[in-house]
């Protein structure tokens, strides 16, 4: 009869340890997707913060140049050491560039994100917009747009060019 007590409390002190063992390997699963969560949602803050910083550049450009595309390009040009001009493209009046993942430009191969600046000069109301996507694996479909900054600026046409569309009358 002790003998069945004795293996009694060690199949109970065994089960006790089982569940011990089952509740921290739970509890240690939980945490690695906590981390893993955590470590996703600092990298898409990191690039979410380079976007706007990109994006804001863009439209200090934008905005300094007042709309004008050539000049756009030269500042661009000058502004990050460019060998090859940056020309707009002018079926959809953008800029379209490729930057790799330390936000340097690059060509299409290495690309890590797109940008594209769209210009409407074709009102007085200047517009540009600045969008950044993320070309990465990491990012669902849905998350792709990085940022978007829409700015407009308003160019008084001169007298002269009213005076060309008025058929110059006076």
């Not at 996703?40 to 990109?54: D, F, L, P, Y």
């Not at 600026?153 to 060019?161: F, G, H, N, Q």
Request: glycine share 6%; aromatic share 12%.
């Amino acid at each position: 009869m002790k003998y069945r007590i004795h293996q009694s409390k060690s199949s109970i002190f065994l089960m006790e340890l089982i569940i011990v063992i089952l509740f921290f390997a739970l509890t240690g699963a939980v945490c690695l997707q906590i981390f893993v969560k955590a470590r996703s949602i600092s990298e898409r803050s990191k690039a979410q913060t380079h976007a706007v910083m990109w994006a804001e550049n863009l439209a200090e450009v934008f905005l300094g140049c007042e709309g004008d595309a050539g000049n756009i390009g030269a500042v661009l040009t000058r502004e990050y050491g460019l060998s090859t001009p940056f020309k707009p493209d002018f079926v959809t009046g953008s800029y379209d560039f490729t930057l790799d993942e330390n936000w340097t430009i690059c060509d299409a191969s290495a690309a890590a994100f797109q940008v594209t600046l769209y210009l409407d000069c074709s009102s007085p109301m200047h517009v540009g917009e600045a969008t950044i996507y993320d070309l990465r694996d990491v990012a669902p479909e849905s998350d792709k747009l990085l940022y978007d900054l829409s700015v407009q600026k308003y160019i008084p046409r001169s007298y002269e060019a009213l005076q060309d569309e008025e058929g110059g009358d006076n």
